[in-house]
């Protein structure tokens, strides 16, 4: 079983999620973290759950451990791309 995922899995993870999630919805939770830094840790089982769905369905055969570790530095990845 990997623990890692590479670098060229995460960048197709980013893109897959600025595709698929709304640019609103990513400015929106641009706009959160920029209140709290937490929020996305916060709203692991909300949000995190969408973006580990939305993952899965996108072909990332990741197991729970990885997913659970990665969904927020990706999510956070690609609302920077969008923002930039």
Do not use: C
Request: hydrophobic share 40%.
């Amino acid at each position: 079983m990997y623990l890692s995922i590479s670098d060229e899995e995460r960048k197709r993870a980013i893109q897959h999620i600025v595709e698929n999630v709304p640019r609103e919805t990513l400015l929106q939770i641009y706009e959160e973290i920029s209140r709290d830094p937490d929020w996305l840790i916060l709203h692991h089982f909300g949000i995190g759950i969408e973006i580990r769905n939305l993952l899965r369905k996108g072909g990332f055969a990741w197991d729970d451990t990885i997913l659970d570790r990665e969904w927020e530095p990706i999510t956070l990845e690609a609302v920077r791309t969008v923002i930039r």
